[in-house]
């Protein structure tokens, strides 16, 4: 079992930034890939930033490419999405994940969640 705890999150202007992070617990961390995704209500869960395992190759999704980066810790059991020139359809519930291959949608494991708000 693998426990995923998100921090981070807040309220921002547009144009600002935010770092989030996803502390992990429970099986070997650095033997999963770990991706974000977020959510906003009446919305599917989309994906947005993924770094595998070995090499820690990554991948976003269009919408953020250039702007967010993320970036894993084997040592500190933690993944990071540091998030820049914020704009208010950031707005969302951003989740972390564990698993084979969360750009394709193959996870394990699920955080809780944490808000993010852009105010333009």
């Known amino acids: 079992q693998v426990q995923l705890v998100e921090s981070g999150g807040g309220l921002v202007q547009a144009g600002g930034s935010l770092r989030l992070s996803c502390a992990a617990s429970g099986r070997t961390f650095s033997s999963y890939a770990m991706g974000w995704f977020r959510q906003v209500p009446g919305r599917e869960r989309e994906f947005v930033a993924a770094?595998?395992?070995?090499?820690?190759?990554?991948d976003y999704a269009n919408s953020v490419k250039g702007r967010f980066t993320i970036s894993r810790d084997n040592a500190k059991n933690t993944v990071y999405l540091q998030m820049n020139s914020l704009k208010p359809e950031d707005t969302a519930v951003y989740y972390c994940?564990?698993?084979?291959?969360?750009?394709?949608?193959?996870?394990?494991?699920w955080g809780q969640g944490t808000q993010v708000t852009v105010s333009s």
């Open positions: 994940a564990a698993g084979p291959n969360p750009g394709a949608g193959i996870i394990d494991y």
């Open positions: 770094v595998r395992a070995s090499r820690g190759t990554t």
